[in-house]
T-cell receptor
Framework: KQEVTQIPAALSVPEGENLVLNCSFT??????LQWFRQDPGKGLTSLLL?????REQTSGRLNASLDKSSGRSTLYIAASQPGDSATYLC???????????FGTGTRLQVTL | GAVVSQHPSWVICKSGTSVKIECRSL??????MFWYRQFPKQSLMLMAT?????????EQGVEKDKFLINHASLTLSTLTVTSAHPEDSSFYIC??????????FGPGTRLLVL
């Protein structure tokens, strides 16, 4: 059974700092990996999707990497802003590209 | 991007009543829809996968007679929580997927059972 873990569970940084969120998964037989953002009481916003054959994806200040063999992914956020405050979830898709297994989430707070 | 809506956005009901939650794909045809549940400060847990026109596949530990899922059309899936109890209070999120595409998530429905 796939298990996805995210470290740290919570993180508070001052505005402007660069930061890294970590995601690890136990079964490397994944189809793809996604990073999502969730604001309190809201649904999910997809940030980046990395196919299993890819190493990284970039979108603006966000960069996600994937090391499938070691079961790890990182989300790098450059020049953090208070508007980045949210919970960040990573999720892996199984070999049939259907089921998503979500990580435990990292709750990020960017302070002024 | 593709849009998925959920209705209602939140509901409060008495213990023992049934609650229906709708999930709609507004601008694409979703052959597969997923239902997730999220308890406070926890991650999303997949409850079931539904394919249009067929019975839903439930994850281990999810009671199919309690959580009735209907996916009667390519744009609509419903989740009915039957005889809801306080322990069913949670945030329910659906997602929809077209063939070969990624999942698009709805905004969620918060259920509070008194």
């Amino acid at each position: 059974k796939q298990e996805v873990t995210q470290i740290p569970a919570a993180l508070s940084v001052p505005e402007g700092e660069n930061l890294v969120l970590n995601c690890s998964f136990t079964d490397s037989a994944i189809y793809n990996l996604q990073w999502f953002r969730q604001d309190p009481g809201k649904g999910l916003t997809s940030l980046l999707l990395i196919q299993s054959s890819q190493r990284e994806q970039t979108s603006g200040r966000l960069n996600a990497s994937l090391d499938k063999s070691s079961g790890r992914s990182t989300l790098y956020i450059a020049a953090s802003q208070p508007g980045d405050s949210a919970t960040y979830l990573c999720a892996v898709s199984d070999g049939t590209a259907s089921k998503l297994t979500f990580g435990t989430g990292t709750r990020l707070q960017v302070t002024l | 991007g593709a849009v998925v809506s959920q209705h209602p956005s939140w509901v409060i009901c008495k213990s023992g009543t049934s609650v229906k939650i709708e999930c709609r794909s507004l601008d694409f045809q979703a052959t597969t829809m997923f239902w997730y549940r999220q308890f406070p400060k926890q991650s999303l847990m997949l409850m079931a996968t539904s394919n249009e026109g067929s019975k839903a596949t439930y994850e281990q530990g999810v009671e199919k007679d309690k959580f009735l899922i209907n996916h009667a059309s390519l744009t609509l899936s419903t989740l009915t929580v039957t005889s809801a109890h306080p322990e069913d209070s949670s945030f329910y999120i659906c997602s929809a997927r077209a063939p070969g595409e990624t999942q698009y998530f709805g905004p969620g429905t918060r259920l509070l059972v008194l």
